[in-house]
């Protein structure tokens, strides 16, 4: 069973396209964090959120973190071809160690 | 980026022989995690260390041990490979995980049991 569920796990669409990746869970997270991966390499941090209710904006990309911080949505508006890669969030129970999500595979087609 | 060197990049071996992993960080940090990454199961945690000798098993350690003698070397072991692990394996570093603070990955570890 997965701690954190992530929603959906693939997606294409086209370029100049709105998206929204959900990752969801029933344990409360101390924070949660998105992550993004490229082919042969280790993923890379995007944004953290830590309080309940907040919004974050990375250019193009807008996070939310749920009001009983139990999960979190990733927007991306206007959707570009660099866009594309494998979409993680990963959620801090507070125990020095994070839960990740199985991870959104997202493809943006010029 | 983080300094975090994973080594070897690609292993092909055979099952039940045994396999290391090597993870070397220039940055000095604290925490480092060994996981595995496979297809619909996102990054799964094996071990991890929060000091010089000081580690913890994750969610799917068995199978896998870990030496952590130096602050800057984290070794994973396959005692005796078996064909389920078979994957792909990332280190992990961080100075801490209160209040957000982000693991910094590796390039990953391409590992094939057959």
């Known amino acids: 069973t997965q701690l954190l569920e992530q929603s959906p796990q693939f997606l294409s669409i086209q370029e100049g396209e709105n998206l929204t990746v959900y990752c969801n869970s029933s344990s409360v997270f101390s924070s949660l964090q998105w992550y993004r991966q490229e082919p042969g390499e280790g993923p890379v941090l995007l944004v953290t959120?830590?309080?309940?209710?907040e919004v974050k904006k990375l250019k193009r990309l807008t996070f939310q973190f749920g009001d009983a911080r139990k999960d979190s949505s990733l927007h991306i508006t206007a959707a570009q071809p660099g866009d594309t890669g494998l979409y993680l969030c990963?959620?801090?129970?507070?125990?020095?160690?994070?839960?990740f999500g199985q991870g959104t595979r997202l493809t943006i087609n010029p | 980026d983080a300094g975090i060197t994973q080594s070897p990049r690609h292993k092909v071996t055979e099952t039940g022989t045994p396999v290391t992993l090597r993870c070397h960080q220039t940055?000095?940090?604290?925490?480092m995690y060994w996981y595995r990454q496979d297809p619909g199961h996102g990054l799964r945690l094996i071990h991890y260390?929060?000091?010089?000798?000081?580690?913890d098993k994750g969610e799917v350690s068995d199978g896998y041990s870990v030496s952590r003698s130096k602050t800057e070397d984290f070794l994973l072991t396959l005692e005796s490979a078996t064909s389920s692990q078979t994957s792909v394996y990332f280190c992990a570093i961080s100075e801490s995980v209160r209040g957000g603070q982000p693991q910094h990955f590796g390039d990953g570890t391409r590992l094939s049991i057959l």
């Open positions: 260390s929060y000091g010089v000798k000081d580690t």
């Open positions: 990963a959620g801090d129970q507070g125990a020095q160690k994070l839960v």
């Open positions: 940055e000095n940090h604290r925490y």
């Open positions: 959120v830590v309080t309940g209710g």
